[in-house]
């Protein structure tokens, strides 16, 4: 299985012996720390609280729209980024098509609202469960085999996806897209005013983190990172493990489905070439340069994204992927778990002298980084 | 009524016969060794008997003695995670703990099939989850404790020495409430205290009623928790019996122990 994000165990009994002698040396017995733990940010509700209330009193102070359009794409890029978080971090599966299930979603909406006059929300749940049942199909197969199939599975589903969108010229409008999608309402309010938008796409964007952060200490988020780890050994604990890649696959499915659904109704226009193999790719680039030891990565991970684009001083895609391409080298080399990692690295090298002093001198700083990348 | 039959069970990989025609019973609350040369086919017959493999000919047929009420099963027709979920425990050779975990996480992961909360109980942390959650930790805690590593609970999975790790996947094996433990060469790289410590613990196991199914090459380890032990070479079974017996079959010292293991007298 591609294993990414979560530290490895060392394979083999080179690195078994050198663990067992490196704890035998000096009582490493550290508090328990799991997966969603305190990478980066302090974990458990205070640090999601403290998150929320920034994000959602922004447009309280922050009056600019073109700001505000960038925190919406921040939100709207998250979801996605959450579900492939889950997927990469905790289950480590790779699907290089996940741009296809926003497109899913935001023709799927579209589609229902313009041509066949349904409201935005049904249309965006309709076009969710659409995603789920088109992941199923794709993920019966590919998630049942070891290996790379899910990659490739979803890579050819992507470009299939894409094809099919320019093609159906009648039910997609072809390459000119879609036009005239209705914004969202709520409670007779049209959504057009980008600070009521703004409300409303954090709130689903925090809905999805706050659920994701709950994951890892439950026994379906024990089960993806066991089978992350090994399939032969989660199943022998009795752990269905197709069931559970199956499941977290659809899960990443339905958070992208539903980003492309709030991109088209705050858009109100779109066209199939956003939807393309660059976006998966990106996606994923962005996952793992925010960080996949944590569900906070996602977020680290969702604002590089949107967030480099504007500061790379003109928008342009390939000076984009270039620098994502050189981020994912930078931080798989020095910072294995991503952005969201960085901080407590900081923090930690800088407490380091503090917690060793106790003991000796002589074995400093080295050791807290080298155990983490065996 | 046996807890585990191998009934002339043979399995090939290509032109190599691993496992030829064996058989063999597991009887209730009973420690029983599987001993041979490397390739003798002993981890084979471990994947079969742990589903995670299918035999050639034969069966591999399971009763689960802690409850009554099972049906015997065929392991030929059943996926791993059934089989565990039937009453099978298991750990492995190669250390296949959860390093990003917790040890009492990693036990946690042993409750899995005992637990129903799904992913909508998880992401909204319902009542059940929480109430879920107490349960696993309070099984997970008592399995650590058979294991013998109650004390450690709260330490890092990658932190333990490797005989603690081999107490973990006891633990971890232990929290699914198996009927038969599979212990996959638990001895392997151990220390002499360490040694001890584990026979200790694998007796403590069976006395508690659990049956065990060893693969070891530590004779002294074998020879001193066995209550019956199965001899196989080049995928044969070549002998069966007490401890006692094997030690003193001629086929056994020529094909394993070696000649001059009877000179010397047997270690503890």
Redesign the interface.
Known sequence: MARFG????A???AG??R??RG??RGG????????GGALGWPSGNLAFLLFSLVALTVPLYLTNSYYLSILAFFAIRLMPTIGLNLLLGQAGQISLGHAAFIGLGAYGSAVLTTRWGLDPWPAMFLAAVLSALVAVVIGVPALRLEGHYLAMATLGFGEIVLILLIQLKGLTGGTDGVVGIPPLTLGGWSLTDPRLFHVVVWSAALIMLR??L??P???????L??LH??E??????????AFHKL??FV?SAVFASIAGSFLAHYVMFISPEGFGVTLSVLLVAGAVIGGLGSVWGAVWGAGLMVLLPEVLARYNEDYTLLAFGLLVIVVMIFLPEGLAGAPARLLGLRRTPHIVGSRTQAEPVEERGS?CR? | MPVLRVEGVTRRFGGVTAVKEVSFQVHEAQIKAVIGPNGAGKTTLFNLVSAIDRPDEGRVLFRNPLRSGDAQIDLARTSPHQASRAGIGRTFQHSQIFEALSVLDNVKVGRHAHGRAGLLSAFLTLPRQRREEAEAEEAARQALQRAGLGDRAETEADSLPLGERHLLEIARALATEPGLLLLDEPAAGLNNEETERLAETVRRIRDDGVTVLLVEHDMGFVMEVSDEVVVLDYGEKIAEGSPLMIRSNPEVIRAYLGEDYLAEEVPR
């Open positions: 979560q530290r490895e165990g394979e083999g009994a078994e012996s663990k067992a704890s035998g490493r017995d550290r508090p328990s720390r799991g997966p659920m994701a709950n994951l200490r439950t026994r379906t988020g024990r089960a990172i066991a780890r090994t032969i050994a989660a199943a022998s604990l009795g752990i269905d493990v499941q977290v899960v155990e065996s």
